[in-house]
């Protein structure tokens, strides 16, 4: 974000956000995850519900991973931080909500 590389700050995040995920479906679910991109599924298989933090729109940080794929897109989306910031913050959330969902030791 500092370095104004919204895109991949953006890319990172879904990534955070989607290898967590896997990690707890793993982890509490005892089965591999599927092979997918989309955070509202993995949320599903998960059995996470995310009401319980006031129902993010999820589903914008799973089109985030497409459009930062395509330069016209990365562009459109993600040309300030005004745009981006929105969406890291979600991200963030969430990221920690799962993290926090993990029995400690």
């Known amino acids: 974000m500092e370095k ?3 895109g991949l700050t953006i890319f990172s995040c879904q990534q955070a956000v989607e290898k967590i995920l896997k990690a707890y479906i793993v982890e509490y ?8 991109h989309r955070i509202e599924d993995l949320i599903e298989i998960a059995g996470l519900n995310l009401t319980e933090i006031q129902n993010p729109q999820v589903i914008e940080l799973s089109k985030a991973y497409i459009r930062v794929r395509y330069p016209d897109l990365n562009k459109q989306y993600f040309k300030s931080k005004e ?3 929105p969406l890291y913050n979600m991200a963030e959330g969430v990221y920690l909500w799962v993290k926090s969902k993990f029995k400690k030791p």
């Open 4 to 6: 104004h590389r919204y």
């Open 29 to 36: 679910k005892r089965k591999v995850p599927p092979k997918t």
């Open 83 to 85: 745009l981006t910031e």
